[in-house]
């Protein structure tokens, strides 16, 4: 069984910072990519932010230089560092990762995190 944890989500004014982060646990082999979702309410989700176990990061453009991905291999954790947040960005957080076991790869999500940016 494979779990990822969110957290770091919050309550904070607009130009403020917040730090996700998203723990993988369970019987894990390898993890390939791992990134960041968010949905908005009576929007779809989007793609924020994603990462390759190389390091090799692709944004949306809405947070580009504004948001960064990273990733610690070591831990199997994800990191969203959030900077310069805007009104705009209160959405659930939701994390992936696309796991390896010994024998099968399936796509993983967390149960998501609240952001909320107040103007």
Known sequence: QVQ???????????????????AASGSIFSISAMGWYRQAPGKQRELVAIITSGGSANYVDSVKGRFTISRDNAKNTVYLQMNSLKPEDTATYYCTGRVSTETYELDYWGQGTQVTVSS
């Open 4 to 22: 990822l944890v969110e957290s770091g989500g919050g309550l904070v004014q607009a130009g403020g910072s917040l730090r996700l982060s998203c």
